[in-house]
């Protein structure tokens, strides 16, 4: 179940980036400590985020997504 999510959340994270968010300014709203743990989640397809990461991370770009929408 995971890895889907990590699919999902790679293409949302890509969506968002043309919206004009950085790497940096998604780890600070998530509060994972480094910029460069998401960019190497989106830039490498294997990698998957630490359990504590991947939901905040993933719960924050639900609600993101939902206000953009």
């Known amino acids: 179940m ?5 699919i999902q959340m790679r293409k ?4 968002l ?3 004009g968010f950085t790497d940096l300014s ?11 743990t998401v960019r ?8 998957l985020l630490q359990d504590k990461n991947h ?3 993933y719960d924050w ?3 993101t997504s939902r206000t953009i929408i």
Do not use: M, P, T
């Not at 995971?2 to 990590?6: L, M, P, R, S």
């Not at 949302?12 to 969506?15: A, S, T």
């Open 26 to 36: 998604i780890s600070k709203y998530v509060g994972i400590k480094s910029n460069q």
């Open 2 to 6: 995971k890895e889907i999510e990590a």
């Open 61 to 63: 770009l639900l609600k």
């Open 17 to 19: 980036k043309e919206y």
């Open 12 to 15: 949302d994270l890509e969506r």
């Open 55 to 57: 939901k905040a991370l």
């Open 40 to 47: 190497q989640f989106v830039e490498n397809q294997d990698r």
